[in-house]
């Protein structure tokens, strides 16, 4: 069990696996991929303390295509999952991966909850406003007026979610958007959430080709935030609110940061324990 | 009254205790459990309440016996009613017969038309003019004091007992009690009315601990390091008892935002190799389901310590039954080979979960442990609790080169790395994957890895704790979990009336040890499976296994009044 000597620099490239991903050609799942090695890389985490976790979709396939430790679960339960094993070694970096069909609608309260819980994770979750994995339905981020899956031929007529609205109400401390035409700065936004000691949250545009050709189109849409990163949430609320939901940076980055929960290892013995079992005759 | 005068093997003294909001019946039942306790006795007290959430009325049934008291009898000996507040809500729970002896405060009321019309032994003191005349004094620690002297325990262990369980409360409501107790003393009851206990002859270690407390305990015991849960009645105190406890031995334990919650929250503490568990009951074993899964396919051990109520749905949540079965056995999806144990007693809570821990460690397997509101809520004095031989530690990967986390093998138990090994970093995965552990829809990989998961199962020797036989005979009853008491009281009754009679209680319910069940039933001429619900789950389930002959008798009983060993003795008396 011993990491890398520290002199040995690790490239991203250490950091992926064989495995062919099954992404159709040009999905931006690639590109995410890619920045979360290139993350990996320029912190030189060894990859045995790093763990990402996911949920089931295109996006939720991520962590068999790296070579860090991965756990590849079920629909809507990767927070779940990254909570109890953070919980359990806090030594580990602990990444979280996903779409929006799996954070926002089926797993949308861990989402809350993990926000509002504040452990050192970091939740990147790739939006591309459908279910890819399922071949085309609505998901709480597509728009209201989307008639292109055939399970909802009239659209949803359903308002969108707004994810870092969400975020900030619930209490996550770092609030990020990025996007997967641009790696470069999608990578810095990944390295500064590793790095913030709290819940991280980063939004990732990311386009289904397949189900939502017309994202192609986000190239020109998306552009970088006007102002800098806030520390004031309610500021943040009023840009969350105010903006188009393309534009990219750290939104929000709270001063005050939880720490770690950590108990001191105490040591009591078993035998010790059950004595207040004991009657005494 | 000879069986109780004379306290021979089977003679025990059943004791309830009842009382509105506030009264104290609870605390009373405590003190006196732990008075019992330091006599030398063994106990079962279990308790009762009103559908308010606080307060509100509650029993308390207590079974005093010297050996170990695993079910409440068919009728009490005493009842001891500070008031009569809302009685009949109890009074299905609590038959007396012409023998019964009641206890009462006449300013609280008549008797009741039920008791009054049962029984003419009566004890009427004025229990709360006599607090009363003391500071700060209670009627039900003056009731306490009576009922002690009734049944002949030592005034000094009274004492010592409220000193006990009080102490908490400070010097002026323990002097306060102790006074009171020593006031109902001194109320010498009528020389005939008196039921004496008598101690044993050499006295061991006791444990005074409730089934959810046991449960906990054999958690820890077992290797659990974290838990993650969220609150149901009646599983709660497991969670209770384990949050500051764990806390003691550098684990932690987490509340989580639901269920689905828990058991994925448990799955990713395993994953990073830290024995873990969950308790909950039957709605949220459901909520469960689609996590256990995941962890069969990914072959991460975990432990649901699940605590039955009545059911379905919400159901009836303060009362207990053993309807979970078919859940705990049949609710997975796909084909998912895990274990399902049943505790037999109280005290079997704490090996049975550590077992659970221990086989789940060494098979990277999934199981879940039955219990019920009975056990869970219910406390017991004790011996201290049996310890499963099995060492129960994780096959972990070294420092393989070709790393494969689902390799096949002779006992199908492949070596987990955990993370922080750097030589054999995997992803583990629900999809079906070949050995590496990469997604495959292979019909091979599928196949092997179908096969590798049960046989991890089939093949571990599970050795004698698989069940409990007790007596011997052509008859054989056959029962699970918090039946097993009643049942095997049934049996012994059955076998001093001329009926020579087995118990078969079956901890391991799955895998099923189809032979081993078959030796021990080869024999039997008359067979009776006995459980507390209302389908026969258990009797179907065994029929599922083609083990019973076409003889083999089914009572099952729901809840949510606890199954009494006549009704089982009765049953068999009338041919079945
Ligand atoms: C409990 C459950 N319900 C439904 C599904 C089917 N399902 C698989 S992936 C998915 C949606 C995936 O969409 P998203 O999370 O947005 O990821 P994407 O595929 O777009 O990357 C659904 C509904 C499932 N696997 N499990
Ligand atoms: S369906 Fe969409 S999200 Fe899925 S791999 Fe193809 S392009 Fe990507």
Redesign the pocket.
Known sequence: MHGPPPEQLLKAKDYKSDVKPIWCAGCG?FAVLSAITKALAHLSLPPEQVALVS??????RLPAYTHVYGFHG???RALPIATGLKVARPDLTVLVT??????F??GGNHFMHACRRNLDLTYIV???E?????KG?A?PTTDPGWEQSRLTPHGTGLPSFNPAAIALAAGAGFIARGFSGDPTSLTDLLIQGIQYPGFSFIHVL?P?VTYHPEQKAWKKTVHEQSQSTTADPVVAAQRIQQSDRMATGLIFKAISQVQQQQHPSKNISLEQISRQFVTHT | MDRKTDMTEAATLSIAIVGSGGSGAVTTGKILLEGIARHGLYALMSRSSGPQIRGGESAVMLRIGQSSVDALDDDFDILLALDWLNVERFSDEIPVTEESLILHDPDKGDLPAVYAQMTHRHVARPLEQLAKSIENGRANMVGLGLLANLIGLPLAVVNAAAHDILKHKGEVVLQATLSCIETGYAQTPDETLVLPLSAPEAITERWNISGNEASGFGALQGGVRFVAAYPITPASEILEWLAPNLEQTGGSLLQAEDELASINMIIGASFGGVPSLTATSGPGLSLMM?GLGLAVASETPVVVANVMRGGPSTGIPTKSEQSDLNLALYGFHGDAPHIVLSALSIRDCAFTTQWAVKLTETLQAVAIVLTDQSLGQARAVIAPPRQPALEGKRKLAGDTDHYQRYALSDDAVSPMAIPGNAHCIYTADGLEHNEQGTPSAMATDHQQQLDKRRQKLTQFEYGDDWAEVTGDGEICLITWGSATGATREAAQRLSQAGLPTKTLAVRLLAPFSTERFKQVTAHAKQILVVEQNHGGQFFEYLNAQRVLPGHAHSLAQPGPLPLRPNVIYNRVMQGL
């Open positions: 799942h949920g089931i979709g295109c996006s939720s079920i629909h809507g996903g779409g929006d069909g799996d954070g609608s089926i790739m939006d591309n459908v279910y890819g994995m399922t339905q998901s990311s289904c | 689609e």
